[in-house]
Nanobody, 124 residues
Framework: QVQLVESGGGLVQAGGSLRLSCVAS????????MAWFRQAPGKEREFVGG????????YYADSVKGRFTISRDNAKNTVYLQMNSLKPEDTAVYYC?????????????????WGQGTQVTVSS
């Protein structure tokens, strides 16, 4: 069992930056691929980006490529999402997910564990 807890969300102006963190419980964090998803009101959940177990490979949705960066620190059981040049359309609840057999671009149903989400609101 893995528990995920996100933090770092908040209100920011367009063009600003935020860094989200997701801390995982358990001793096997490095055996999980990790990803970030988001869901805006009235919209379906959307893949944001994923990172491999070692952190050596990442993959991003086109909508955030060049603006968002995923990283992980396996010693701290933590995955990060650095978000720069934020836009109002980035407003959503952001979720981290862990998948034992997932790839870095896997769809949501392939992930085993989810956090509770953290709200990101970007004002124009």
């Amino acid at each position: 069992q893995v528990q995920l807890v996100e933090s770092g969300g908040g209100l920011v102006q367009a063009g600003g930056s935020l860094r989200l963190s997701c801390v995982a419980s358990g001793r096997t964090f490095s055996s999980y691929a990790m990803a970030w998803f988001r869901q805006a009101p009235g919209k379906e959940r959307e893949f944001v980006g994923g990172i491999s177990r070692s952190g050596g490979r990442t993959y991003y949705a086109d909508s955030v490529k060049g603006r968002f960066t995923i990283s992980r620190d396996n010693a701290k059981n933590t995955v990060y999402l650095q978000m720069n040049s934020l836009k109002p359309e980035d407003t959503a609840v952001y979720y981290c997910a862990a998948g034992h057999d997932s790839g870095i671009s896997s769809p949501g149903y392939e992930y085993d564990y989810w956090g509770q989400g953290t709200q990101v609101t970007v004002s124009s």
